[in-house]
Nanobody, 116 residues
Framework: QVQLVESGGGLVQPGGSLRLSCASS????????MGWYRQAPGKQREVVAT???????NYADSVKGRFTISGDFSKKTAYLQMNSLNPEDTAVYYC??????????WGQGTQVTVSS
């Protein structure tokens, strides 16, 4: 059963922007942190950015200054604004949520391709 649904991926030219959205398909109680991860072909999944219910954010060094995570925990949604995209950002992007009880949920991923 799908818990999180991502949208907003696609093909963009280098230097372009995309905004990813993540929505809960059903009520997930007590979300503590939401985050975005990505997995490029042949590489391990890596964290891109996270945001807590208190508003604290963290970013991978590779995206600092280019990506911005935001969230609306009352609506159980999260967003990732990606600017100045480059080919190294090409990956499948996953949304994740962790609850205060330790349960973890994942989306099915959305493809982001940066290419001219």
């Amino acid at each position: 059963q799908v818990q999180l649904v991502e949208s907003g991926g696609g093909l963009v030219q280098p230097g372009g922007s995309l905004r990813l959205s993540c929505a809960s398909s059903r009520s997930i109680a007590g979300i503590y942190v939401m985050g975005w991860y990505r997995q490029a072909p042949g590489k391990q999944r890596e964290v891109v950015a996270t945001i807590t219910s208190g508003g604290s954010t963290n970013y991978a060094d590779s995206v600092k200054g280019r990506f911005t995570i935001s969230g609306d925990f009352s609506k159980k949604t999260a967003y990732l604004q990606m600017n100045s995209l480059n080919p190294e950002d090409t990956a499948v992007y996953y949304c994740a949520a962790v609850t205060y009880s330790g349960s973890q949920y994942w989306g099915q991923g959305t493809q982001v391709t940066v290419s001219s």
